[in-house]
């Protein structure tokens, strides 16, 4: 069974249709690529699979489950972490609280232990610190792990935020637009990272704007325009497909 | 440039070496201002207790004991603020409701119900923190102006209750003849037990709010103040977080009011009107929001100017008003977070002049 399903999902702005009956599959363990021309709804998609806007009708399963009606946080309980078109690390903390921050879940709660620092807490902090560096080992960051995540440049804070999506220990993972804003040398190392991610065992959606990259790391394509699919296979599949070609002809010259 | 190099070092700089010593003992360290804020226990903590605890009896003048100890009840609450401010970054306008419903708790369960003094201290506390949640719940919907406004509407409220139920708070008169707080039949009777016993509350809040600041609560304040949708993202529940970080800062607020209810021995509306709430907001303003030290300085500061400036009569609020402009136009991000960097700065400053006089860089 799929990992994520998506189903005859509709989501209507003033009237215009954003997404119009989309329905995809992503499979577990491989990178599913979502792309299409700017305005095609794929930031609107991710929106509504990670419930921070309510879709107009349809469903959406995670693991079999329903997660339609769920709160944002609720769905990423359920193992669903993701990351933001614009980024959004926490510019307040350190690089490695931010990732700390992505533990939120599995560390031990409670305000009066905390406060009073007792020693599952203190024990807790102590195993998160170590495993936070050990993600920013593996995302090449360990070497700025005490400075403030806002004095990072763009492309590590993208780096920066997929570590937080991955300290929540989760199956599937949201990019949204991790190319975006990146020198090219920066969206190699990027990719080779993504493709890590797989190897690991972690699912992985990726909207991406920059066919290119996306047409080397994923093992299937999906192409939304005006809110619909219009070609659903693998990348080179996708590629000759002449609705695809003619979607990105009247849009955007790509490189892809 | 051979000869220069042999004047390198001479014994005399040895000498500089010690008032820097002393400095870097006091001062926090550049690397944790510019790596934000570091978050663990330091030694020169230490030297701050020691200070504390001695200041009182070097200085032994009942004039300063008793400031000091306002400047403590209000660092309480000026704390409490600091994680719904600083940390959490949601504002309040309605603290001194918070006080206040503390120093009424104290008043009444100690003038009318003979409650022992320590159980009204804590449940002084206990009902901030209940009234807190309750009104929590729907208010903290709202974001920016609109929390601003609707905190600044139940504090409000509150004085308008308190003065309209005479029959419990005595009305706009309030409630005399609070007893002193005894613990185990030791009264807090004299200005310098009531220093201890302030700065002693102080000492474990602060305490309790570093250690919460470093756990993963303290993480989910500073989250929820960076951005809501990433905080989200990551399963934390940020209506949740809003209501723990507004309960436990009234709750902080709740102790500083029935402390301050047990020291004036009176509890009176006026005390609590929207002044009061934005001379708190300002005091962690003024402090540095987003430290624990930082509201704690800004208390002291601000307890000494109104000292000061009440003696100069009807001149006292316009200059007052326009120390306070001056304060936020050359200390925006805060007094104690500015005056660090700076003093980081000379030091680096200093320490370089030779070499650069010399032409080394």
Known sequence: MSLLIV????????????????????????????????????????????RMEKPDSGKIYFKGKEITSLE??????????????????????????????????RLKEGVISSGLWLPWIRRGEKEGLKEAKEILDRLGLLGRWKSPASQ??????????????????????????????????????????????????ITLFVVEHHMGMVMEIA??????DHGKVIAEGTPDAVRKDSKVIQAYMRGKRTDA | MVKQSKKEFRKRDFFYLIPLWGLSLIVPDADDLYSYRSKDFKRRELYYLGVLLLLPLIWSDQHFHHLMVLAGIYAILALGLSLFLGYAGQISLGHAAFFGIG????????????????????????????????????????????????????????????????????????????????IAGFSFDTYLKQYYLTWGVLLGLFLFSKNLVRSKLGRAFLAVAASEDAAESVGIDVAQIKIKVFVISAAFAGFAGSLFAFIMSTANPGTFS???????VMMVI?????????????????????????????????????????????????????????????????????KRDEGKF
């Open chain 1, 219 to 224: 093992d299937e394509v999906a192409v939304l």
């Open chain 2, 103 to 182: 120093a009424y708790t104290t008043a009444i369960l100690t003038t009318r119900y003979a409650f022992p003094t320590v159980l009204a201290f804590w449940a002084s506390a206990v009902t901030a923190a209940a009234a807190a949640f309750l009104i929590g719940k729907p208010i903290l919907k709202l974001k920016g102006y609109f929390l601003a406004l609707a905190t600044l509407g139940f504090g409000e409220i509150f004085l308008v209750i308190v003065q309209e139920t005479q029959a419990l708070t005595g009305g706009v008169i309030g409630i005399f003849g609070i007893p002193w707080l005894s």
């Open chain 2, 274 to 280: 929207l002044g009061f709430s934005t001379l708190i």
């Open chain 1, 72 to 105: 944002p946080n609720e769905i990423a309980a359920l193992g669903v972490g993701r990351t933001f078109q614009t980024v959004q690390t926490f510019g307040n903390m350190t690089v490695v609280e931010n990732i700390m921050t992505g533990m939120h879940l």
């Open chain 1, 152 to 201: 990072l440049p763009l492309g590590k804070q993208k780096l920066l935020e997929i570590g937080r999506a991955l300290a929540m220990k989760p199956e599937l993972v949201l990019l949204d637009e991790p190319a975006s804003g990146l020198t090219p040398t920066e969206m190699q190392q990027l990719s080779e990272r993504i493709c890590q991610l797989k190897k690991d065992g």
């Open chain 1, 7 to 50: 189903e005859e999902i509709t989501k209507k702005y003033d009237g215009v249709r954003a997404l119009d009956r989309v329905s995809l599959k992503v499979e577990r363990a491989a990178i599913k690529g979502l792309i299409g021309p700017n305005g095609a709804g794929k930031s609107t998609l991710f929106h509504l699979i990670s």
């Open chain 2, 286 to 354: 003024l402090g540095g929001m987003g430290s624990l030290y930082g509201p704690i300085f800004g208390s002291i500061l601000l307890t000494y100017l109104m000292d000061i400036l009440g003696r100069y009569q009807e001149w006292s609020l316009p200059i007052y008003g326009v120390i306070l402009i001056l304060l936020l136009i050359f200390f925006p991000d805060g007094i104690g977070i500015r005056l660090g960097i700076r003093l980081i700065y000379l030091i680096g400053y200093w320490a370089k002049k030779k």
